[in-house]
């Protein structure tokens, strides 16, 4: 399947949920040249990069993060495309979210198409007490399992080699696990699978420790004190942005430091330099002028109101990062009842 004769490069796509450390696997791969761009027709981003592996020229596709192969959003529809015409996959998983991963390498062993299965964030995995018997893992699946730590290089070089010796063997198709065909594998089974899987190769080397974010999940996915969670998050975005970043940051801001002290300074100081020219003290300094509007309405209005957004933000991802893994495979649960 390897693509040498006559100069033909060998298409190499990664693949994987979102947020699993795909790009940093790909940078390393790839080397330092990379190409981004729309893929054509769409508004998906795609980063492609050219290297070579032994003297062997290889087209390296950085897809979009996809929660299935169900082509049902336009990174999934686009995804699937690109899959049609590469010669194997980097599949890279989440190593403490093994369900998530092995249902997306099930439809990629549906597909057919040789893969290897990278298990990123090991330290993290490790951190929590979860342990994964890779070569199990690989004898189950039929494909080479590979354990990483994307972020310190860890294990990234054996992705590689064991991915030449994939495409010189032309195997790895996943045949271990590829039972039936497509329309017929549907997704109640591949759930029940996954399950299977993932209680024969993970086990926990010690008791986990107490985290925050499962306590929260635990709350928030509660059919009863989930609602006064969501009330509760909502008061605390109109309290933190509405109130605080919109109100108390901007009056600080557009009336103390703007109103008080830059302004002033600046339309006594562009009067002065532009007395000869009205139309330049105006467009610095007059009513509408660069400074005392634009700049004033750029960094004493909406600066305060994006920066409280975004911290509030990053904090509620941090710590409801747990609810949004336990909500994955209700999604893709219920984007595949649509597709069927």
């Known amino acids: 399947m390897m693509k040498e004769e006559g100069g033909q490069r060998c298409r190499i796509a990664l693949v994987g949920n979102p947020n699993v450390g795909k790009s940093v696997i790909f940078g390393f791969l790839s080397g330092r ?51 049609t015409g590469v010669d194997a996959v980097i599949q890279v998983g989440d190593a403490k979210n093994l369900g998530r991963t092995l249902f997306l ?28 018997d890779k070569k199990r893992l690989a004898t189950l699946l039929g494909i080479p399992v590979v354990g990483t730590i994307a972020i310190h290089k860890k294990g990234l070089p054996e992705i590689r080699h064991q991915l030449l010796g ?26 029940q699978r996954v399950d ?33 969670v969501l009330g509760a998050v909502l008061l ?41 020219s009205p139309f330049l003290r105006d467009l610095l300094v ?7 509007m634009a700049l004033t309405y750029a960094f004493a209005i909406i600066f305060p109101i994006v920066l409280t957004f975004f911290l509030f933000f990053s904090l509620t991802f941090s710590l409801f990062l747990t609810l949004k893994h336990s909500l994955t495979l209700t999604l893709i ?7 069927i």
């Open 286 to 292: 007059g009513p509408y002028g660069v400074i005392t």
């Open 333 to 339: 649960q219920s984007k595949s009842l649509v597709s």
């Open 196 to 228: 299977a899987l993932v209680g024969e190769v993970t086990r926990r080397d010690s008791p986990p420790r107490k985290n925050h974010r499962e306590w929260i999940g635990r709350i928030s996915t509660h059919p009863i004190w989930g609602v006064p």
């Open 33 to 83: 040249y990379a190409t981004v761009s729309n893929y054509s027709g769409t508004t998906v981003e795609i980063t492609t990069g050219e290297t070579s592996w032994e003297g062997k020229k290889v087209t390296l596709i950085d897809t979009p993060g996809i929660q299935t192969l169900i082509p049902m959003s336009e990174e999934e529809k686009v995804t699937r495309e690109i899959l």
């Open 236 to 276: 605390a975005i109109y309290e933190f942005v509405g109130k605080f970043g919109a109100q108390t940051m901007v009056g600080w801001l557009e009336e103390g430091l703007f109103g008080r002290l830059i302004n002033p300074a600046a339309v006594q100081l562009f009067s002065k330099l532009f007395s000869f």
């Open 105 to 132: 390498s099930l439809q990629l062993a549906e597909i057919g198409i040789p893969f290897l299965l990278a298990l990123n964030m090991e330290d993290e995995s490790g951190a929590l007490g979860i342990s994964v």
């Open 166 to 191: 994939l495409l010189s063997k032309n195997n790895g198709s996943g045949e271990a696990i590829r039972h039936e065909p497509p329309s017929r594998m549907i997704d109640q089974q591949r759930f």
